[in-house]
């Protein structure tokens, strides 16, 4: 009998490389410095028993507190599934709480606790540290070229999520625009 696996065709030696104008050394560049970028919070997740959704749903409700659970969603371009058993275990642990909207009784309005504020800016400092020291190890003097680099890294249609970000992550509260 012959091995099957083997029968799908024969193996490829030879690496890719930059064939039809394809930039894999960028693109590589981005799975190692995400690798690293998100190695020192996972480290910290991990003694919570949380995970990388457990950090971005942190992440946002500590910048934006009073997002709804479908702004949230919006976001993250997550399923409601998928986010619920996230925010159980985040409002199980008391990381963040869940208050109904005060216009419409339906919408669900997320808040960092005390807890969950001092978890999400121990996860953020060892990333801020090592973007501090990436620009100053590459030259960079200008970081508004790396943010306009990687807003344009955004799908256009999204890029407003940025923007509405920024302004209320600028000290605004909550629905003020």
């Known amino acids: 009998m012959t091995d099957r696996s083997h029968a799908a065709g024969k193996p490829i030696r030879t690496a890719i490389t930059d064939e039809d104008g394809i930039d894999f050394a960028i693109i590589e560049l981005f799975f190692f410095a995400y690798r690293d970028f998100t190695s020192d919070p996972d480290q910290i997740l991990a003694d919570y028993g949380f995970g990388r959704a457990h950090h971005r749903v942190l992440h946002f409700v500590n910048r934006r507190p009073g997002l709804t659970v479908a702004e949230l969603l919006d976001v993250l371009k997550i399923t409601k599934q998928s986010l619920a058993r996230v925010l159980k275990q985040l409002i199980d642990t008391d990381h963040v709480v869940q208050l109904q909207g005060p216009r419409d009784r339906r ?71």
């Open 107 to 177: 919408q669900r309005e997320l808040y960092p606790t005390a807890k969950g504020r001092a978890l999400a800016l121990a996860l953020a400092r060892p990333q801020s540290r090592r973007i501090h020291a990436a620009l100053g190890d590459s030259g960079i003097t200008e970081r508004t070229l790396v943010e306009r680099f990687l807003e344009a890294m955004v799908n256009p249609e999204l890029r407003a999520q940025i923007d509405v970000g920024s302004a209320k992550m600028s000290g605004k509260s909550h629905g003020e625009h």
